[in-house]
């Protein structure tokens, strides 16, 4: 018999999918980490994993305390199961933008959210820096009470991912991948992953997709931090280059337009049945764009973050997608007739 003692224990252990139609269309193999049957449901549970790992490890939360992050909910969702598996409290400091299914998830497992507005990283306002805040004013009252998971620079978080990922997408390739694409919010997956790969074969090909609005593409290709555009996709792309992001091994970087990733996400659910969110949509634009430049019969890898059900709302709305300017297939303007 085999078991998982725990939470913890379930984290990580995803298929590696092929994507028939991006293999087909591209003549190389496209395959992608199912990350949505993570138990918390999105990549974002490893990323949780190797936070609270090694936070533990340093004595930087006590047992009974307090987790404290500014996420866009994901990582979050992660954070509130892990701790609640092992007997913590989670606060969740979260833009308000984020999706009603987000933010009704956190809210389930257990964790207190604080709404509060999207506003530029550079602002004192910024998620972050009041969940930053938060954890101080919290440990200046009751001294190691809180921690403060940082994901965006806590690079536990990258080193998880090339201690982790990386690893299990050579071994589960056999060392036959030719690339690996996704995009950043925090960096840690993309960083982490290719160091990995790198670290064992200098060929491998790191490309980032980043969502329209993001300046990281921008930033690879230019050495600019320059945005343009916007995106439907949340909990992706960067206007600053995080600590985990600083120095990931990419090689090639693409801005990927809404018009292009979501049919990609939607197509998937309709083709292939798999219910992914809108940054799975930018991470196959990504692994296609990078099929295309190598050429055909290789091994492209990428991540499908999390499932489409926390975006329903938008994705799977043809008056939003219309308002949006983005096109409807039939199959969905039929399943909600206006």
Not at 109 to 127: F, I, M, S
Not at 252 to 279: F, K, T
Request: aromatic share 6%; with cysteine; proline share 6%.
């Amino acid at each position: 018999m085999t078991t998982r003692p725990d939470f913890a224990a379930a984290v990580g252990q995803t298929p590696l999918l092929r994507l028939r139609f991006a293999s087909e269309a591209t003549g190389c193999e496209i395959l992608a980490r199912a990350e949505f049957m993570n138990p918390g449901g999105s990549v974002k549970d490893r990323t949780a994993l190797g936070l609270l790992l090694d936070a533990e490890q340093r004595g930087a939360l006590r047992p009974g305390g307090t987790i404290v992050e500014g996420t866009a909910g994901n990582t979050g969702i992660g954070l509130a199961l892990l701790g609640a598996s092992r007997g913590y409290r989670t606060i969740i400091v979260m833009p308000a933008t984020q999706s009603r299914e987000k933010i009704d998830a956190l809210r389930v497992t257990g964790a207190e959210v604080r709404l509060v507005p999207a506003v530029p990283y550079k602002d004192p306002g910024h998620y972050a820096h009041q969940a930053r805040a938060l954890a101080i004013a919290m440990n200046e009252a009751d001294p190691g009470s809180a921690w403060f998971a940082d994901q965006f620079d806590n690079t536990a978080n990258r080193d998880w991912h090339e201690a982790t990922t990386g690893p299990q997408i050579w071994e589960e390739t056999g060392g036959a991948v030719d690339g690996f694409v996704c995009a950043c919010g925090t960096g840690g997956t993309l960083a982490g992953v290719g160091r990995a790969l790198k670290a064992r074969k200098g060929s491998v090909t790191i490309a980032l997709a980043d969502p329209a609005g993001s300046a990281l593409a921008s930033y690879v290709n230019t050495g600019e931090l320059v945005a343009s555009g916007n995106s439907i996709s949340e909990g992706i792309g960067s206007s600053r280059i995080t600590a985990n992001f600083d120095g990931a091994p990419i090689d090639l970087a693409w801005s990927i337009p809404d018009d292009e990733s979501v049919p990609l996400a939607l197509r998937l659910l309709h083709e292939e049945g798999w219910c992914v969110g809108g940054s799975s949509g930018v991470n196959v634009a990504g692994a296609i764009r990078l099929a295309r430049a190598l050429g055909p019969g290789h091994t492209i890898v990428t991540v499908l973050c999390d499932a489409g059900t926390r975006y329903q709302a938008k994705l799977f709305n043809p008056a939003f997608l219309r308002s949006k300017d983005l096109p409807v297939p039939q199959w969905l303007a039929r399943a909600f007739p206006a």
